[in-house]
Every structure is written in structure tokens, then in C-alpha cells.
């Protein structure tokens, strides 16, 4: 009998559950959910994107980001105007309230992530976040 996590899609979808579970309770107190985490991280580490490249960072359907980030514009942590040279999407630039939330936001990161790799030592953790790294921007570069 082999275990449930020899399947890495296995493995995959606990540490995006659990994950997600961790800073949901983390962020509570921040006013954020998971998901909106994940996009004030997003925006602030690039200052401005367009809607669609944060679409394609995180590999969501585009009404789902699109929801989450009304959500966020609406709480005051992101402002959207007109692209200037597409009139059809919009800008995404982070407010000060995210900015000011972002370091808050990435601790919590970094303290589900020493969660998720307790067992681990720091040079297994360091290669560990390098494939990470490495299978999501090749997963985004491959786009739908």
C-alpha cells in the first residue's frame, strides 16, 4: 500500500489547502483573506500591473480576480484606473493601506511557509523554495 502523498498533485493540493487555511486565520486581523493576500503581495512586489497580468500570476479565472479585486479596491487597498495605451483593461497600483499591510502580509507568508517545511532543514527548505519557484513561473509562462 503506498502512502497518499506519492502523488505529488497530492501533495500539491494539502499544501494549497493547508496554506491557504494558515493565512486566512493569519490575516484575519489584517481584514484579508487568503486570496487577497496573495494579490496585495502581487501588486506591491511590481507597483503596477495591468488586470490581466495578475490574472495570469496567479492562473485564476479572470471573473474570479476580477471579483477579488473590486473587493480589494473597494476596502482600499487597490486602486484601478484606464490603461493608457488599452482603453479595454484596467491598471492595478497598490494604496498606501496595502503598502502599509504588505510587510504584515509577507511575515505571515514566510510563517506558513516555515510551517509547511518544519521538518526540513534549511538547505533542503532553500531548494525546496527554488523548485517552487521554478515549477510555478515555468507553469505561468506556459499560460492556458
Known sequence: MTST???PFKSISVLYRKSHIWLNVACA?????AAQAV????VCDFGTLTQDEVTKRLGLD???VAKTLA???ESGFLERSTNARDKRTYDIRPTERALGVYPLVREHVGECFARMTSAMGEE???EFRR???LAAETTIEQGD
Open 124 to 126: 533542503d527548505r532553500a
Open 5 to 7: 502523498m506519492d502523488d
Open 39 to 42: 494579490v496585495i503581495l502581487i
Open 71 to 73: 473587493k480589494l479596491e
Open 62 to 64: 479572470k471573473s474570479v
Open 29 to 33: 486581523d489584517l481584514g484579508l483573506t
Open 131 to 133: 523548485l517552487l519557484t
